[in-house]
């Protein structure tokens, strides 16, 4: 397989930029809909313990300001990391170029 | 009123300290609740930012880890300001000396 190298420049055409955009926003808003439920299932718990839900979310900030990092020298590793995770579909990533999604698929099944 | 020194040595009889542990712990309790109700209730709206959760936990463990220092030559202080906040009431405090209640009561007046 042909793979792009990190270290050379990676082109986004214009109309990728917006799809790209639209992925990046999309599984930010699935993963905190999900720490959201996670936060109020721990609450519902009667003997709930209000500081470690605190400390979950510390952790879960920390990991998503860590995660999400929206440079386009960075977004191929950053989709390949939420693709992973399940927080991107493949089908997100249609209209990206045939490259792009390769390398994705590819850093998701090796990291 | 012959008010206590802050600088002299306050004496706490075996029967105050229990009282003093179950009103420190009591309002502690109700804090606690009082936080987790609230944190429930900003997770309730839909348009809910978990991030702002965070922030208001943050806040308040800062808040309750500066407020609830159990030490005897600490307590009155702590007490008139949980007396002041409304998370000890007055009736809390029967079985302490007069004397103590009536600082308790004097510093959470002019705090």
Redesign the interface.
Known sequence: MNLISPVREINWTQSEKKIARRVFESALSRQ?AS??AR??QM?EDDS?D??A??DY??QQ?KEIDRVYDYRYSMLIFVFARLLRDGWVRESDLDGLSREKVNEIQHIARIR
């Open positions: 905190l720490i959201t936060t109020k609450l709930a209000v500081w839900v605190h979310l510390t900030r």
